[in-house]
């Protein structure tokens, strides 16, 4: 009997040492997180959606009749999201696709260097069907709003997401231009692409990395159309010009990836202290999580939580909770801080490869036994490479886009091209764009024909003397393929 006593008291003994330990970690984890936040907002961070979010412009309404228009945009014969812009099969030059018999576009998966074509009267019909729903988009961008109706601190709140709307909508504005190009309407084609540019401006402040992502890549599909438009044989106006460039100087992409990664920490914060709030909460949000409804700015309802969801949230909440937010607010500041460097220092190679040793770090706790005590980290961790590179292309290729309107610009009024990008400084352009790729200016040669030649040095840093042929053997050259990124010339 005494024994069992004995041995009852040890149990009940290590029971209460272990709760103690616990007691004391997790208390230690709260207080270093507290202290941690408080350094954070003492630098200037902005932690939750009321500190960063300004307050919405209550333009839902007109959002709806956006978003209906755009959703009509659907065609059996003819969609331009296909359309093939800057067509090249060799790097640097590229055909004028509104000087073409047909619209070459693209077919098949995604990778297929193959091409189709479409006649122009069947995008001409297309265009025709849906031009009322083309005139309330474009009514809508006359205004574009800087943020959506959402509540991102309530989790359970409704959200308006137009991702795909967005899309729809750019695709078709650029078959616009196109068409207009084709019928030597310069000015109508100005206007349809400056709207473009006005696109990737809608909800600018919405502070997703989806959203932010959109963005990019509508000046992505905007920037191709504005060569189409400098290459075109109708010379446009200067003042149009100006204005085109006005609009699309206003963006920065640089910004958006920022702006993204933010929101993506604090919707992460806020799912962290939804968790907390009851030993239920957790279970919907590794459902949350796990379904990428975080996105959105709500948390789905799963199935109801069995015994053993409250039981793992209850252990969550007590134990390992702080330190499981600690740990995924320091990675976080860590890929913040890497990005704003990023910003000012404008070096790609160089940022790529210290968010590439960040995130291995990161992972190489994540598949170790560590794992447990950051179950939502590792959820709410996300690779933000890709991201980062495809900003910093786009980016890129704005200012490049930018310059090259600049350039023409100093062509209609002073008869040629200048000989260096310093002579459109101030007239056409307030400073000399920086290559995202070097932290240096934009490459420019003036030829001997009158021509020039512009360029990025691409990825990998290095300065090819603007050589556009790709290192590996491509079927289908585009402005990344090549050793430098190279505004292409157009095939005459």
């Given at each position: 009997m005494k024994l069992r006593w004995r041995i009852a008291i040890g149990f009940l003994g290590v029971f209460l040492l272990l709760?103690?330990?616990?007691?004391?970690?997790?208390?230690?984890?709260?207080?270093?997180?507290?202290?941690?936040?408080?350094?954070?907002?003492?630098?200037?961070?902005?932690?939750?959606?009321?500190?960063?979010?300004?307050?919405?412009d209550g333009s839902y309404d007109r959002l709806q009749v956006f978003m209906e228009a755009a959703r009509r945009l659907n065609h059996p014969t003819f969609t331009p999201?296909?359309?093939?812009?800057i067509h090249s099969k060799t790097g640097g030059v590229a055909q004028v696709i509104s000087l073409q018999t047909n619209i070459p576009t693209l077919v098949g998966v995604s990778g297929n260097p193959s091409a189709n074509f479409v006649a122009w009267e069947t995008a001409v019909q297309a265009l025709d069907a849906h031009a009322a729903d083309l005139a309330a988009?474009?009514?809508?961008?006359?205004?574009?709003?800087?943020r959506l109706n959402v509540s991102y601190d309530d989790p359970l709140a409704p959200s308006a997401n137009c991702f795909v709307e967005k899309r729809w909508a750019a695709q078709w504005l650029s078959g616009s231009v196109l068409l207009r190009l084709h019928s030597n309407k310069m000015e109508k084609a100005i206007e349809d692409l400056r709207l473009i540019f006005a696109l990737a401006e809608v909800h600018s402040e919405d502070p997703t990395i989806v959203n932010q992502m959109v963005r990019v890549a509508i000046v992505g599909l905007g920037c191709p159309v504005a060569w189409e438009l400098l290459a075109h044989e109708t010379v446009p106006a200067e003042p149009e010009l100006k204005s085109l460039q006005d609009a699309i100087s206003k963006i920065d992409l640089l910004d958006a990836i920022e702006k993204g990664m933010v929101g993506e920490r604090n919707l992460a914060l806020r799912a962290f202290e939804f968790s907390r709030k009851e030993s239920d909460n957790f279970s919907k949000t590794v459902f949350a999580f796990t379904q990428f409804e975080l996105i959105n700015g709500a948390f789905?309802?799963?199935?109801?939580?069995?015994?053993?969801?409250?039981?793992?949230?209850?252990?969550?909440?007590?134990?390992?909770?702080?330190?499981?937010e600690l740990f995924y607010l320091r990675f976080m500041q860590q890929h913040l801080e890497?990005?704003?460097?990023?910003?000012?220092?404008?070096?790609?190679?160089?940022?790529?490869?210290l968010l590439a040793r960040n995130q291995s770090e990161v992972q190489?706790?994540?598949?170790?036994?560590?794992?447990?005590?950051?179950?939502?980290?590792?959820?709410a961790i996300q690779s933000?490479?890709?991201?980062?590179?495809?900003?910093?292309?786009?980016?890129?290729?704005?200012?490049?886009?930018?310059?090259?309107?600049?350039?023409?610009?100093?062509?209609?009024?002073?008869?040629?091209?200048?000989?260096?990008?310093?002579?459109?400084?101030?007239?056409?352009?307030?400073?000399?764009?920086?290559?995202?790729?070097?932290?240096?200016?934009?490459?420019?040669?003036?030829?001997?024909?009158?021509?020039?030649?512009?360029?990025s040095v691409g990825e990998d840093g290095k300065d090819d003397g603007g050589d556009p042929t790709s290192q590996n053997n491509v079927d289908q050259h585009s402005l990344w393929t090549g050793r430098d990124a190279v505004w292409p010339t157009p095939a005459r």
């Open positions: 709760a103690l330990a616990l007691f004391i970690f997790n208390k230690s984890s709260q207080s270093e997180l507290e202290k941690y936040k408080a350094e954070l907002r003492a630098q200037g961070e902005k932690l939750t959606f009321a500190e960063l979010l300004p307050p919405y999201g296909v359309i093939d812009w988009i474009r009514s809508f961008l006359q205004n574009p709003p800087s789905p309802s799963p199935t109801a939580p069995t015994a053993g969801d409250r039981l793992v949230g209850y252990a969550w909440r007590n134990i390992v909770a702080d330190g499981d890497t990005v704003r460097s990023f910003r000012a220092e404008q070096n790609f190679s160089e940022t790529d490869l190489r706790v994540l598949k170790s036994s560590r794992r447990v005590r950051y179950p939502l980290s590792a959820l933000l490479i890709r991201a980062h590179q495809t900003c910093a292309r786009n980016e890129t290729f704005r200012r490049m886009t930018v310059t090259a309107i600049a350039l023409k610009r100093h062509e209609l009024r002073h008869g040629k091209f200048p000989p260096d990008l310093t002579t459109l400084v101030p007239d056409f352009i307030a400073s000399v764009p920086i290559d995202c790729m070097d932290g240096k200016p934009l490459k420019y040669r003036l030829n001997p024909d009158g021509t020039f030649l512009l360029y």
